[in-house]
């Protein structure tokens, strides 16, 4: 295999994504306006990878990705291209699963004086954890999060943001996880800098009819996404990629890997390099469950405490959403084994006051791949970005951008911009939209 990247020919290229969630799709679609030929295989059977949709008695339940903040400028931009309809999401508050009594978010951080503090602390040591990508920002940030936190007095901010970061799957803040990924949500909340209102809202929102929407639309633009395909190796032998699946064998110049590389380890020819990365990486036991549960507290996302504080609670509810004022069915998230998760789901619906009538989907998900903080002092993702175009392959999704939809979109815009110039004779995304506005 050659070791490093190759010079590129000015002609399209064959570019081969495997993986059609968020990443893999944005991929595909900025190498295709770039005038490049794009195959997108996918091993399930339709698109949207976290971003997925369940319909329930017709009404649309998202089971990961599916609320926008002020900072989801790509994603709202991409959804304007595109014409998807959104809608503004319900309110947050945190529910105590004793008292069963809801309160707004105590967002004591953003009147507090540790916040300046964490400002200068961010201009000091970490000034581009803001922009696409995490390798920037990781060994500023290595340190596991609670140690973090202390070090630099900022347990206003554990308090406002410690709820939400781990009722969306990125863990608990007293696990040995790294303080980069608890930044990053903090960051993204777009409450620690001001930001312009996107698509006409002013605060968060969703798609309308579900988030697997934007993808569909994604997909349909594109020239070839295989769906339900199983790939059953990759070799790179230097003068390109051949790709075997279970509907036959595929060739083209390039690869992007929009999967986790523990995920496709098993198929690729890998690299010392690629191998002793795969097994470094790390994920969270997350659950999504989609049940009719009648009596509990309505029309808002709830984060339950005492869940969402320590990990000692895992198993339980951390945090459900009620999206439809005229529905039961609300949409529960929680940590740990499937077993335990599926006997306590009942008992905590019991002590909010409900009754777990029916369940109708289940979605256990391997969540938020990351490293851990020796892996991030040791420059682990330092090393996945240095991979970058060696052997004909690039990484994009949750590992190097963060599990966060906007951040998958924005590296891998950036991914193929830097990597794959516009074949000749194309124009650039940014030129084409510069000419559909002057036509």
């Known amino acids: 295999m050659n070791t490093a990247e190759t010079s590129r020919p000015d002609g399209p290229r064959r570019v081969i994504v495997v993986g059609a969630g968020p990443g893999g799709l944005t991929a595909a679609r900025e190498l295709e306006r770039a005038g490049h030929r794009v195959t997108v295989l996918e091993e399930q059977d339709s698109v949207a990878g976290k971003c997925r949709t369940v319909r329930v008695a017709g009404l649309a339940h998202d089971l990961g990705g599916h609320i926008c ?30 008292r069963r009594t809801a309160s707004r978010q105590a967002m004591s951080f953003l009147r507090d004086p540790a916040l300046r503090r964490y400002r200068a602390l961010r201009e000091r040591e970490f000034p581009r954890i ?97 769906c339900g395909v199983r790939v059953r190796s990759v070799q790179r032998p230097g003068d390109g990629v051949r790709v075997l699946t279970d509907s036959g064998p595929l060739e083209a110049d390039d690869l992007v890997l929009a999967v986790t590389p523990d995920r496709i380890l098993p198929v690729l020819d890998a690299t010392p390099g690629e191998r002793d990365l795969a097994g470094r990486i790390r994920h969270n036991a997350y659950h999504t469950t989609v049940a009719t549960a009648p009596g509990l507290p309505d029309n808002a996302f709830y984060f339950l405490a005492p869940h969402t504080a320590h990990r ?128």
């Open 69 to 98: 903040t002020n900072r989801y400028e790509r994603t709202a931009e991409l959804m304007g291209e595109l014409g998807v309809k959104t809608e503004r999401t319900t309110r947050y508050r945190i529910l105590d699963v004793e």
């Open 312 to 439: 000692t609670a895992r198993g339980h509810c951390v945090s459900y959403h009620h999206r439809y004022p005229d529905s039961d069915v609300r949409t529960f998230y929680s940590y740990g084994r499937p077993e335990d998760v599926a006997a306590l789901l009942p008992r905590d619906v019991a002590r909010l006051g409900g009754r777990l009538q029916e369940v109708h989907v289940h979605q256990p998900w391997a969540f938020m791949p990351h490293f851990g903080s020796g892996d991030l002092e040791d420059g682990a993702l330092d090393r996945l970005d240095a991979l970058q175009g060696r052997d004909r392959t690039y990484y994009t999704g949750g590992l190097p951008a963060f599990e966060l939809v906007e951040c998958a979109v924005a590296h891998a815009q950036d991914l193929v911009r830097r990597h794959f110039p516009p074949a000749q004779g194309t124009l650039t995304p940014q030129e084409r939209i510069k000419e559909e506005r002057t036509s």
């Open 130 to 226: 803001a922009e696409p990508g995490l390798a920037h920002s990781a060994r500023a940030l290595a340190a596991p999060v609670a140690d973090w936190i202390a070090a630099h007095r900022l347990q206003s901010m554990a308090a406002s943001f410690g709820p939400g970061y781990t009722a969306a799957g990125y863990g608990y803040l007293d696990d040995e996880v790294p303080a980069l990924y608890f930044v990053k949500y903090a960051e993204m909340t777009g409450l620690l800098s001001p930001g312009s209102e996107l698509l006409g809202h002013d605060g968060a929102f969703t798609v309308t009819g579900g988030f697997a929407t934007l993808w569909r639309r994604v997909a349909a633009e594109l020239r070839d996404v295989r």
